[in-house]
């Protein structure tokens, strides 16, 4: 039958005949998906004895297949007669619908895949489809959890090769991906993809609901929380959610009173790295914020706008029990208690308590005795800052306080209150 080719044996699924009815049993399994040979050692199952003769030199690590030329062996014979094509460069399989050349007839095939669309390996456990079978099989261990690839520095494990070969380079330190136009290197090509885009500036992802455009994915996806309120990070502590892992992460601190950016200058520690920088600026004065309507400069941006309100008298903080209006937040905080009697600051040697902290600080000195106001003409200290501006008008004669009613002025405020109540009395009389 073979030698004059003929092929009695038809599959009834489609117009495929054989000569031998073994490669028609084969062959079926295809339509039937039967896979009768299972691997003693894993859950692995495969439809021809074959195969799974392969899929168990995985296992012994065996590989007899040596090639000639270099050091390489396979566990396969078909994948050393692919190894062979690296050495003569040889690419027989040309694409018709562009110049583009394979060494394997199976990458030709995955190539046109790419120019017709087509993805004919189907998960059957969801709706995946993938133009590549060994993209079916590393997506079903999404389905298994399973993980083969494991680390022999370390306890993880990883459902893809690629992935180990990204993990090893945090023990080994390699950063084999090197940014050509700064000296920036990078352990994941990925990586290097994204920081490239700070030099070209290109932002490809664009928020659907504004004019907002993203330089990353994962910042569009984030910033799409903005205008969805989404909050998918819980705290496991408290009721707290955040729409940002690493929002999370800085808030988790907030319970272990971790401090992980320590000053290289001082003793101290923030739970924030943007608070270490801002913390930075007092030890360099560094103030890069200048106000366009008069001289200030401030260290910090939220700053700059508290004291642009001075300017422009805007005061967004409104209470809600009266009419009271604030330009800063903590200001409003402050006045809240006066509506409450919250007085949350303790002092620790006396039963004395404080809406403010500050009120608290200046009470601990009539304990201490400290008086860290010192005057710069004399010897005279004081515990408040308050008492040291009253007391340099001894020393410049300023007298800010004017009376409203007469010519007369005064150093101190209490004093003019004293002149006025003089000037009420004398028109009472009259």
Do not use: W
Request: with cysteine; proline share 4%.
């Amino acid at each position: 039958m073979a030698h004059t080719e003929e092929k009695p044996f038809q599959c009834d699924l489609c117009d495929s005949a054989f000569s031998k009815k073994d490669p028609l049993i084969k062959h079926a399994r295809r339509h039937t998906r039967e896979k009768p040979f299972v691997c003693d050692l894993c859950v692995s199952a495969f439809s021809e004895k074959g195969s799974l003769t392969q899929h168990m030199r995985t296992h012994a690590g065996e590989k007899p297949f040596q090639c000639g030329l270099c050091d390489s062996a396979f566990s396969e014979k078909g994948h050393l007669t692919q190894h062979m094509k690296t050495h003569t460069g040889e690419k027989p399989f040309h694409c018709d619908l562009c110049d583009s050349f394979f060494s394997q007839k199976e990458y030709l095939t995955q190539h046109m895949r790419t120019h017709t669309g087509e993805k004919p390996f189907q998960c059957d456990l969801c709706d995946s489809f993938f133009s590549r079978k060994e993209y079916l099989t590393q997506h079903m261990r999404i389905h298994t959890g399973e993980k083969p690839f494991q680390c022999n520095l370390c306890d993880s494990a990883f459902s893809q090769k690629g992935s180990l070969a990204r993990h090893m380079r945090t023990h080994t330190g390699e950063k084999p991906f090197q940014c050509g136009l700064c000296d920036s290197t990078f352990s994941v090509k990925g990586h290097l993809t994204r920081h490239m885009k700070t030099h070209t500036g290109e932002k490809p992802f664009q928020c659907d609901l504004c004019d907002s455009f993203f330089s990353r994915k994962e910042y569009l996806t984030q910033h799409m929380r903005i205008h969805t309120g989404e909050k998918p990070f819980q705290c496991n502590l408290c009721d707290s959610a955040f729409s940002q892992k690493g929002a999370l992460a800085r808030h988790m601190r907030t319970h272990t009173g971790e401090k992980p950016f320590q000053c290289d200058l001082c003793d101290s520690a923030f739970s924030e790295k943007g608070h270490l920088t801002q913390h930075m600026k007092t030890h360099t004065g560094e103030k890069p914020f200048h106000c366009d309507l008069c001289d200030s400069f401030f260290s910090r941006k939220e700053y700059l706008t508290q004291h642009m309100r001075i300017h422009t008298g805007e005061k967004p903080f409104q209470c809600d029990l009266c009419d009271s209006a604030f330009s800063e937040k903590g200001s409003l905080t402050k006045h809240i208690m006066t509506h409450t009697g919250e007085k949350p600051f303790q002092c620790n040697l006396c039963d004395s308590t404080f809406s403010q902290k500050g009120h608290l600080t200046k009470h601990m000195r009539t304990h201490t005795g400290e008086r860290p106001f010192q005057c710069g003409l004399c010897e005279s200290a004081f515990s408040e800052k308050g008492n040291l501006t009253r007391h340099m008008r001894t020393h410049t004669g300023e007298k800010p306080f004017q009376c409203d009613l007469c010519v007369s002025v005064f150093s101190y405020k209490n004093n003019l209150i004293q002149h006025v109540k003089k000037h009420r009395t004398e028109a009472f009389l009259v």
